[in-house]
């Protein structure tokens, strides 16, 4: 039978990493919110083995909300990105290319390694210590009906009324279409394989990126002679190299990525991710926003999907805070409002330049690749090295005090 609950002032949506930092930064602001986070996932922790790269002021932001320190395993710092484009194809063999593109910040990392697993462990733990019981409904969100306030009806057939819903479920996000949000699928039938691996000589502190005809080749450093892979190719490729053996996949990986770092020996088995990269070009209405991959799931080649996802909390926040000082509900639409605006440049930015490089740098046949590939060099020459290396640094393109570690005294 269905039965009506009080009514809330926030509903937070969605049970990934976006919602649990969401819920951090609410929880430490004082907000009043219940947490629908569904079913707990059946898989084994151990079995994801997939890390986030996290840059500069994302870090900062983490530490601001206690997560940073209360990870369960150290950070694996990035002092330099390389990129290149594929190994060109003589008559005889496959000619060696450098890393015609390569950028530092001084000595000080620009973003950091961090396993999934370790940062999901430290939000439940702060959490569940901090957070009342109550306050979290481990059930879905099975309709939205959008306005104010808004209605949601859960799986366990309770009626919630709210004056602002925080969607963060997904990529798929079932929220966003009952919202009347409109998305733009840019996928192109690819499969991201993710898997780590030993390398004979030391990785070190760089992370590298080859852009492969058949789609772009990450090696993200987790310690000094080991890297988590994101290798993105097309479906039917990437499920041949999933069945290869360990040895095999190992000898597929070294060809594709070049010398540079010796033999890479396969760690540990590949998972495989259907990529959907979305946009939507607008990710607010009335009472209702969206965070994280539901408001735009990036390609993985940048690494920024959940770096995004942070900006999408720290914005957020700023923007309930400025409208709980003027005395307005978390609903008002001073609040979606200004999130939008605050929100699409970044987006936008991010979104066009991961399609753009992944249409363009794996195509090697198109005459504009040559001149990409021209362009990574002169790059790689010019001040523009600096430019890079403050976006890789995160906070360049949006701005929120938690980026800068400054987290307002709780609301009311
Ligand atoms: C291969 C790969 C590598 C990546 N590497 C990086 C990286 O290095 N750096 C980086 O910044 N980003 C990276 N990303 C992106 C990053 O992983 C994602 O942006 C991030 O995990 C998205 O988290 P999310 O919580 O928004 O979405 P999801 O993880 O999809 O979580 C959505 C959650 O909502 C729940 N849910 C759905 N519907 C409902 C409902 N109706 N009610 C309640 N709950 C619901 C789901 O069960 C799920 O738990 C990578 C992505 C991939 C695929």
């Known amino acids: 039978m269905t039965q009506t609950k009080p009514h809330i002032p926030i509903a937070l949506v969605g049970g990934g990493l976006t919602t649990q930092v969401m819920a951090l930064t609410l929880m430490h602001s004082g907000f009043e919110f219940i947490w629908f986070s569904g079913p707990p996932s059946r898989q084994p922790a151990a079995a994801d083995t997939r890390t986030t790269t996290i840059h500069h002021a994302g870090r900062v932001m983490l530490e601001t909300l206690a997560l940073w320190s209360a990870l369960p395993e150290p950070a694996y710092p990035i002092t330099e990105i390389a990129v290149a484009g594929q190994q060109a194809q003589t008559r005889y063999r496959k000619k060696y290319i450098s890393w015609p593109l390569r950028w530092q910040h001084g000595h000080s990392p620009m973003a950091y390694v961090v396993s999934n697993q370790a940062l999901k462990t430290a939000c439940d733990e702060l959490i569940t210590s901090n957070l009342s019981a109550d306050r979290i409904s481990a059930v879905k969100i099975e309709q939205l009906q959008a306005g104010q306030p808004n209605i949601l009806q859960d799986s366990e057939q309770n009626l919630w009324s709210c004056d602002l819903v925080i969607g963060c479920d997904g990529a798929n996000s079932q929220l966003r279409k009952q919202a009347g949000l409109r998305a733009f699928d840019q ?63 190992s000898a597929a990986v070294t060809t594709a990525f070049g010398p540079d770092l010796g033999r890479l020996s396969q760690d540990t088995p590949c998972l495989s991710w259907p990529l959907k990269p979305t946009y939507c070009p607008k990710i607010s209405t009335a009472g209702f926003v969206l965070a994280g991959d539901a408001a735009h799931a990036l390609h993985p080649l940048a690494g920024m999907g959940f770096n995004l996802a942070l900006s999408d909390c720290a914005v957020l926040l700023d923007c309930l805070q400025a409208a709980a000082g003027a005395g307005l509900t978390a609903g008002h639409a001073s609040v979606t409002t200004a999130y939008q605006a605050r929100r699409k440049p970044e987006i936008l930015a991010l979104t066009s330049a991961t399609q753009g490089l992944n249409r363009l740098l794996t195509r090697p046949q198109d005459p504009l690749y040559q001149l990409a590939c021209v362009g990574m060099s002169v790059l790689g020459q010019l001040p523009a090295r600096r430019l890079l290396s403050e976006l890789a640094m995160g906070g360049q393109l949006s701005s929120a005090p938690l980026f800068d570690g400054h987290l307002r005294a709780p609301a009311g």
């Open 187 to 249: 996928s192109r039938q690819e499969t991201a394989l993710v898997t780590t691996v030993t390398t004979e000589k030391p990785i070190g502190t760089t992370a590298y990126q080859r852009f492969l005809p058949s789609g772009p080749l990450a090696l993200m450093p987790t310690a000094a002679k080991s890297a988590s892979v994101v290798w993105s190719l097309p479906a039917a490729k990437a499920s041949a190299l999933n069945q290869l053996d360990n040895a095999a996949f």
